[in-house]
């Protein structure tokens, strides 16, 4: 299966400190893609990174992607109890583009 | 600029009938894709689609679940004779092109089948 797994599957930290997640894949892929879900809501994305990128930064967000391990980490810096959410990576690949495999998510708790 | 509109927001079924979800996307997208996602787990494409055609449906059921994206007006995903198993979040997103870019996520539908 091409689906991404993320690690952990929880997190719990107290505002103020840096979360990582961990998100691996199987196969080649034309880019990967980060995206929260709060609890009952729609998936907001976050970061797009291709696979000629290495690390892209959106406010305080890191993404890094290391192709030749197939894996991929976003970083929260200095975390609010509004980061408390579900982070999802989606990998795309194959010619028809488009079609998104989801990771099983990392659940976040960013306790004040 | 409206974000991608899905309704009903929630649909209660019962064993048997028919379910029908709607997706308008965003103004200027002419893709969409249909995700489901089940309790506790993330979420698995379904099918994948533009104006009047069918691009990938690899993640459909055989049997049962259809979905279009006419002309006009909204894309449709059809459960027909639904289960209990069909109860789940229906997520649709919209893209203004396929391949590599960001999709734009609706609210979701969720289904519950009694």
């Known amino acids: 299966s091409q689906q991404g797994e993320e690690d952990p599957q929880a997190l719990s930290i107290q505002e103020g400190e840096n979360a990582t997640m961990n998100c691996s894949y199987k196969t080649s892929i034309n880019n990967l893609q980060w995206y929260r879900q709060n609890s009952g809501r729609g998936l907001v994305h976050l970061i797009l990174?291709?696979?000629?990128?290495r690390e892209k930064h959106s406010g305080r967000l890191r993404v890094t992607l290391d192709t030749s391990k197939k894996s991929s980490s976003l970083l929260i810096t200095a975390s609010r109890a509004a980061d408390t959410a579900s982070y999802f990576c989606a990998t795309e690949w194959g010619n028809q583009g488009g079609k998104l495999i989801f990771g099983q998510g990392t659940e976040l708790s960013v306790k004040p | 600029n409206a974000g991608v509109m899905q309704n009903p927001r929630h649909l209660v079924r019962r064993r048997g009938q028919e379910a029908r979800l709607r997706c308008s996307p965003m103004?200027?997208?002419?893709?969409v894709y249909w995700y489901r996602q089940l309790p506790e787990e993330g979420l698995k494409f379904m099918v994948y689609l533009q104006k009047e055609n069918i691009i990938d449906e690899s993640g459909m059921p055989k049997e049962r679940f259809s979905a279009e994206f006419p002309k006009e007006g909204p894309s449709i995903l059809r459960i027909q004779q639904v289960v209990r198993g069909d109860s789940a979040a229906y997520f649709c997103?919209?893209?203004?092109?396929?391949?590599?870019?960001?999709?734009?996520f609706g609210p979701g539908t969720r289904l519950t089948v009694t």
């Open positions: 997103a919209s893209s203004p092109r396929g391949g590599t870019y960001e999709q734009y």
């Open positions: 103004k200027g997208h002419s893709h």
């Open positions: 990174i291709r696979s000629n990128e």
